[in-house]
Antibody
Framework: QVQLVESGGGVVQSGGSLRLSCAAS????????IHWVRQSPGKGLEYVSF????????YYVDSVRGRFTISRDNSKNTVYLQMNSLRAEDTAVYYC????????????WGQGTLVTVSS | QSALTQPPSASGSPGQSVTISCTGT?????????VSWYQQHPGKAPKLIIY???KRPSGVPGRFSGSKSGNTASLTVSGLQAEDEADYYC??????????FGTGTKVAVL
């Protein structure tokens, strides 16, 4: 079955960096794009970033563009989110989600990893 | 891109129906038939329940249905059950290859 497992969250000071990982299994990883979505404590969902299956296209929401970098290693079935210049407002649970091809839909989600940026 | 607007809460008794609206603009909800809905129980990850406005993934009960008119999409839960008590979020594809989520609706089963 499809499984996505995030890791790498933790507490970091404002201005610091963190790298999140999303390890995938149970599907042909090479064939699907992966998204990152975040949720601040007690708040709603916010879209963060997307990487195409071959890494050829990457998209970011305006609030993280220039600070976050998405990448993937298809040999390890893993997507990464490098987060630099972190701000208090980046505090959230970060979910990775599998893209349902040609459907602009997140069909499977990981359990999330919590990032806390302390000021 | 602003968040899509959903009512903060909705409720119904077991067996009743509840409909949640999701209002966007002519640049997102009104422009694409790529509206999806997600159910989230407390402390859990979101789960896809409707995609492309009105399609149900395998395993999602038929009591969940979706529709769209103009800039507003809707999710209807018919025959409410206790396990339907959760937060619900809509999402739409938006310009510049990003997505926008709704503000979320907490559904209570009375």
């Amino acid at each position: 079955q499809v499984q996505l497992v995030e890791s790498g969250g933790g507490v970091v000071q404002s201005g610091g960096s963190l790298r999140l990982s999303c390890a995938a299994s149970g599907f042909n990883f090479d064939y699907f794009g992966i998204h990152w979505v975040r949720q601040s404590p007690g708040k709603g969902l916010e879209y963060v970033s997307f990487i195409r299956q071959d890494g050829s296209d990457k998209y970011y929401v305006d609030s993280v563009r220039g600070r976050f970098t998405i990448s993937r290693d298809n040999s390890k079935n893993t997507v990464y989110l490098q987060m630099n210049s972190l701000r208090a407002e980046d505090t959230a649970v970060y979910y990775c989600a599998k893209d349902l091809r040609d459907s602009y839909t997140f069909d499977y989600w990981g359990q999330g990893t919590l990032v806390t940026v302390s000021s | 891109q602003s968040a899509l607007t959903q009512p903060p809460s909705a409720s119904g008794s077991p067996g009743q129906s509840v409909t949640i609206s999701c209002t966007g603009t002519s640049s997102d909800v009104g422009a694409y038939d790529y509206v999806s809905w997600y159910q989230q129980h407390p402390g859990k990850a979101p789960k896809l329940i409707i995609y492309e406005v009105n399609k149900r993934p395998s395993g999602v009960p038929g009591r969940f249905s979706g529709s769209k008119s103009g800039n507003t999409a809707s999710l209807t839960v018919s025959g409410l059950q206790a396990e339907d008590e959760a937060d619900y979020y809509c999402s739409s594809y938006a310009p510049r290859n990003i997505f926008v989520f709704g503000t979320g609706t907490k559904v209570a089963v009375l």
